[in-house]
């Protein structure tokens, strides 16, 4: 028989991580609401046209990353790379202006057609972040500060908010041109990668990891050195606020970010344990995304978190503040009879607010406990022929070692006596 494997570069998340991973959203959900961020969630394909327009067609997730298909009428659509573009095309779509709705964070699967490597998949998991209808610097420090508080809330340590401004389209161009006239001198020294974005989009450039090229690179032109009055004023601010707040960040002139709709404020949080793909999230302003997919001029910052590259950074260790599991209780039975005792039994602890689980495993009750200790039973209940005549019933605290033979009405109160009342 045929097996089948997932497909290269995506991942199985199963317990104990797939159990991590709904806590951290647990965890992120309470801080999203406390920032008044609100859920969104759109559909995970789209119109290709929306990422080619939004994202640009120059970059590398739309000229070689996207997963683009026919559907059946012929329209191309495009499973998500990312999620702003879909946000902002359903802010005004659904004219979330009018309704106040400004504060928006989303959770799921992107998806890029990448070489994979550890923390480069190509279904990975972002948790994003859109604020929409803010253009002054205090909501950059906002989203920023967003950004360090969930990763102090899960005791995330080692991280670095690398900031930079890309400017804007005026002063980008008069940039661009000058970078594009140092960078043609240097061709020779640079790689055939460098020498195609030279043409396409020479900001990318600069994003180079080649290590040949970064001595021709280290001295070009920076962007922050040109931008034009407002954008140096925005900069300056945002800069203000986050030290204001006692946010370290260091300046990388030469962060440019992988996608177009950039203005002004760009950032990205990074970690060297992540090794070369070293970013846990990245994001900055898109002042001009609204307008240019149909909306009103609404300017707007977010970022998104890659919750692979979060989870490796977390390791195995238990969240600060995370609890120990509920206790569990297990009930072991040795016959069938027994088992339709046990399966009444279970019903009716969890509706008393107790985890409980029926062992289905038949065998003597000494199998039964084995079984209720590899699954962390914190106490255990065992149903026997004995028991069931007697209607005594064997309650243990697996922890002392203590043993009751019980009524059956009576086991509820017992179970909180050791260990607490139920939720
Ligand atoms: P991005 O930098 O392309 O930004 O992605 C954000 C994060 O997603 C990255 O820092 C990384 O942690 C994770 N990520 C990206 N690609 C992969 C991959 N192939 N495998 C695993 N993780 C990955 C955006 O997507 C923007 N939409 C962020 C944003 C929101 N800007 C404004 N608002």
Redesign the pocket.
């Known amino acids: 028989m045929a097996t089948y494997k997932a497909p290269r570069g995506t991942n199985d998340f199963i317990p104990p991580q797939s159990e991590r991973m709904c806590v951290i959203l647990g965890r992120m959900r309470e801080l999203f609401d406390r920032y008044g961020f609100r859920p969104i969630e759109t559909p995970i394909f789209e119109e290709t046209e929306l990422f080619t327009r939004s994202v640009g067609e120059e970059t590398d ?1 739309v000229s070689k990353e996207m997963y683009s298909f026919a559907d059946r009428k012929g329209r191309s659509l495009t499973l998500r790379p ?3 573009a879909s946000v902002v095309r359903a802010y005004v779509q659904n004219n979330l202006d009018h309704l106040g709705l400004g504060r928006l964070y989303y959770v799921g699967p ?1 998806f ?1 057609y ?1 070489r994979p490597q550890k ?4 279904q ?1 998991f ?1 948790v ?3 604020f929409l209808g803010e253009s002054g610097p205090l909501a950059d420090v906002e989203v920023i500060d967003l950004f360090c508080h969930l990763a102090e809330s899960l005791g995330l340590e080692g991280l670095s908010v690398e900031l930079n401004s890309v400017g804007c389209p005026d002063c980008r161009d008069l940039y661009m041109q000058k970078l594009r006239r140092c960078l043609e001198e240097r061709k020779p020294l640079l790689c055939g990668d460098c020498n195609r974005r030279l043409e396409t989009n020479p900001l990318r450039v600069l994003d180079c990891k080649v290590p040949a090229c970064q001595d021709p690179l280290a001295d070009v032109p920076q962007i922050v050195d040109e931008l034009c009055g407002g954008c140096e004023e925005h900069f300056a601010e945002t800069r203000g606020g986050l030290e204001a707040l006692d946010i370290p960040y260091v300046l990388n002139p030469r962060l440019v ?3 177009d709709y950039y203005t002004r404020t760009a950032f ?1 949080v990074t970690c060297r344990r992540l090794g070369s ?1 070293s ?6 302003r ?1 002042d001009l995304l609204v307008e240019q997919l149909g909306g009103k001029p609404t300017p707007a ?6 919750l ?2 979060l989870l490796m950074l977390l390791g195995e260790e238990r969240l600060p503040g995370e609890g120990a599991a509920e206790p569990l209780v297990w009930v072991g039975t040795s016959t069938g009879e027994a088992r339709k005792a046990g399966a009444r039994l279970v019903h009716s602890l969890r509706r008393k607010g107790w985890r409980a689980q029926l062992g289905y495993g038949t065998g003597n009750l000494g199998k039964q406990m084995k079984l209720a200790n590899r699954n962390g039973a914190a106490a255990t209940i065992l149903l026997g022929e004995d028991e069931l005549s007697s209607g005594r019933i064997a309650v243990k605290h697996m922890a002392r070692g203590e043993q009751l033979d019980l009524g059956e009405n009576d086991i509820d109160s017992q179970l909180r006596q050791w260990f607490g009342d139920r939720p």
């Open positions: 997730i990312e999620g702003t992107m890029r990448e923390g480069r998949y190509r990975f972002q994003g972040v859109e970010r992988g996608l990205e793909q970013a846990v999230g990245g994001g900055g898109y910052i977010g970022f998104a978190i890659g692979e590259r």
